[in-house]
């Protein structure tokens, strides 16, 4: 079955710099490549997700890259705000339903 | 009600107690899942039901017994469980082929 890792675990950053989060997938027959941000006591949430049959997306200040290669995907977060503080998890499946989690990295941005 | 409900937040139980978790979704989803997050693994895939159907069990304890009687509710029932059963049981509920998932809040376990 598919095994993400994901690096690092712990991630300090100014406001203001950028983040960068990678994770690696063994199941080259994955297409599918969720983040999913945790604030403190709440719920995962999506952020963004690529599907195989592109290397980038970008949302604003989010964007993601995908090298099916290499078998890793990052997460990059640029001008990073306090608000972004969270733990986020990368994710990977063959189809959409049966998502594979990494182990988490919590970001802290400090002001 | 909107969105993915769980109840109850929060179970303690004994290792000799039988309890069962409720997730309810109202996003007419087709799909539902039961993860378990705990500090060792923290977001662990438990079981999936397309349409009802189980499509996946993740090689989980007996101990643990999900049901689905429609595509809006599923249960996680809970017997003779140990104390590493202890974590955040989230349920989570997407439509097939789309990819998001939707979580509940999650029933904070403890076992005793």
């Known amino acids: 079955g598919e095994n993400v890792e994901q690096h690092p675990s712990t991630l300090s950053v100014q406001e203001g710099d950028s983040a960068v989060i990678k994770c690696t997938y063994s199941?080259?027959?994955?297409?599918?490549f969720p983040w999913y941000k945790q604030e403190l006591g709440k719920r995962p949430q999506l952020i963004i997700d690529?599907?195989?049959?592109?290397g980038e997306k970008k949302d604003q200040r989010i964007a993601v890259t995908l090298n099916k290669t290499a078998k890793h995907f990052s997460l990059h977060i640029t001008e990073t705000q306090p608000e972004d503080s969270a733990v986020y998890f990368c994710?990977?499946?063959?189809?959409?339903?049966?998502?594979?989690f990494g182990t988490g990295t919590r970001l802290q941005v400090f002001p | 009600e909107t969105g993915v409900t769980q109840t109850p937040r929060h179970l303690v139980m004994g290792m000799t107690n039988k309890k069962s978790l409720k997730c309810e979704q109202h996003?007419?989803?087709?799909?539902m899942y039961w993860y378990k997050q705990s500090a060792k693994k923290p977001l662990e895939l438990m079981f999936v039901?397309?349409?009802?159907?189980?499509?996946e069990n993740n090689s989980v304890p007996s101990r643990f017994s999900p049901e689905c009687p429609n595509s809006s509710h599923l249960f996680l029932h809970l017997h003779t469980l140990q104390p590493e059963d202890s974590a955040l049981y989230l349920c989570?509920?997407?439509?097939?082929?789309?990819?998001?998932?939707?979580f509940g809040e999650g029933s904070r376990l403890t076992v005793l």
């Open positions: 989570a509920s997407s439509q097939r082929g789309i990819g998001e998932l939707f």
């Open positions: 199941d080259s027959a994955s297409n599918y």
């Open positions: 690529i599907r195989s049959n592109v």
């Open positions: 994710a990977a499946s063959r189809d959409t339903d049966k998502l594979i």
């Open positions: 996003l007419g989803h087709n799909a």
């Open positions: 039901y397309n349409f009802k159907e189980q499509t």
